[in-house]
Each structure stands twice: as structure tokens, then as C-alpha cells.
């Protein structure tokens, strides 16, 4: 079964509006999340690495205030896209680890801003 | 940043066929992961390599980690329609937990 749990799987917003992604580790503690972006046909391009307890890193170009990142427990991790545009549409996936777990995979959320 | 590109972006092939992935990089890489990807999902890992010069197979993928650790491939005998989807090669450099991943090859095998 899945260890790692990402919510909601799909979701469409109003432009200006905000979403918030949750990423859970089910069966062990997450001190480390990652999230990943991922425009159709494409590959994964990493956002942002979050530590337990402590501010996540992005990746260059990756604008921190559009995309905040909440690493408060170490079963859960969100992911708040600000101010939605039609831009903004793509999949986002979380990936998570942490002790002697290896990484482990979201299904992802298929966002969609209208 | 460390670049991965995949070769070839996509394959269409029938069933039956094999097939090689390349995954090639300038950077070394402490461990090179494989994953599939669904439309929809998550990737799933495939296998990890770690040595320089490992082989490893999984039923008709065997996967290779290059000597120097820059560079791995996939090769899939008597591809079937299940094997269909988005293939990810994904490095890390040194201790990082930090995962980057390749281009991807898109496969499609069709009946």
C-alpha cells in the first residue's frame, strides 16, 4: 500500500485564488520532503527541499513567495500555490524520507487554474 | 545543476521488440535510480545502482550503472504493452538526499 499520501488528487481553481497540497508519510517520520513539478510529457524538475522543523530550500527560479512550503511535522508537508494563474496549471508531486526509509513517491495532484 | 538527458525522448515499438534507454551525464553520480511512471501517478522505483559497472536485472529490464558513474542504461527484452509509460532515470551527487531526475523516455509498445 502506499506510505506516502498526497491530497487532493485533483484540484481546479479560480485564478487568484490559493491551493493547498498535503503530502503524509503513513507508515514512518519525514524528515525530509521534496517537491516536484511537473508539466505534460515532461520530466520531474525539483521545487523545493523541506526539512522538519525548519524553512524549505527552492531551487533557482522557483519563487518562495508564490510557492509556500510547510514542513511542521514529520508525517506532513504542504505545498500552497498563492495566487493561482493558468500558469500555475501542472502536476505537483511530493516525495518524501527520512531514518532508514528510502524515498517514497505521492500519487501527485493534478492542479488546474482556470 | 547536474543535467541527465535521456535518449531516445520516445520510443513507439511493437511487442516483442528490445529496447535500450541511455541516461548520460558530465557529473558522477553516488547512486542512479530508475523509475516508470504512470499517466496520473507517482513514479515507481525500478532499482537503484550504486557501484560503478553494476548490473542489475529485474525479470527482462536489466539496468547497467556506467563505470565512472556518469552514465546508466535500461535495456528491456521482448518488450510487452504493461512496460508502456514514462521511464526516469534520477541521480544523486555525494550524501545528498537531493534527487534529480533525467529527461525521461516516453515508451509506448503497442500489440
Keep these: 500500500g502506499a506510505v506516502v499520501s498526497q491530497h487532493p488528487s485533483r484540484v481546479i481553481c479560480k485564478s487568484g485564488t490559493s491551493v493547498k497540497i498535503e503530502c503524509r508519510s503513513l507508515d514512518f517520520q519525514a524528515t525530509t520532503m521534496f517537491w516536484y513539478r511537473q508539466f505534460p510529457k515532461q520530466s520531474l524538475m525539483l521545487m523545493a527541499t523541506s526539512n522538519e522543523g525548519s524553512k524549505a530550500t527552492y531551487e533557482q527560479g522557483v519563487e518562495k513567495d508564490k510557492f509556500l512550503i510547510n514542513h511542521a511535522s514529520l508525517t506532513l508537508s504542504t505545498l500552497t500555490v498563492t495566487s493561482a494563474h493558468p500558469e500555475d496549471s501542472s502536476f505537483y508531486i511530493c516525495s518524501a524520507t527520512g531514518g532508514d526509509s528510502p524515498l517514497h513517491f505521492g500519487n501527485g495532484t493534478r492542479l488546474t487554474v482556470t | ?111
Design chain 2, 1 to 111: 545543476t547536474q543535467l541527465l538527458e535521456q535518449s531516445p525522448q520516445f520510443l513507439s515499438i511493437q511487442e516483442g521488440e528490445n529496447l535500450t534507454v541511455y541516461c548520460n551525464s558530465s557529473s558522477v553520480f553516488s547512486s542512479l535510480q530508475w523509475y516508470r511512471q504512470e499517466p496520473g501517478e507517482g513514479p515507481v522505483l525500478l532499482v537503484t545502482v550504486v557501484t560503478g559497472g553494476e548490473v542489475k536485472k529485474l525479470k527482462r529490464l536489466t539496468f547497467q550503472f556506467g563505470d565512472a558513474r556518469k552514465d546508466s542504461s535500461l535495456h528491456i527484452t521482448a518488450a510487452q504493452p504493461g512496460d508502456t509509460g514514462l521511464y526516469l532515470c534520477a541521480g544523486r551527487v555525494g550524501t545528498a538526499s537531493k534527487l534529480t531526475f533525467g529527461t525521461g523516455t516516453r515508451l509506448q509498445v503497442t500489440l
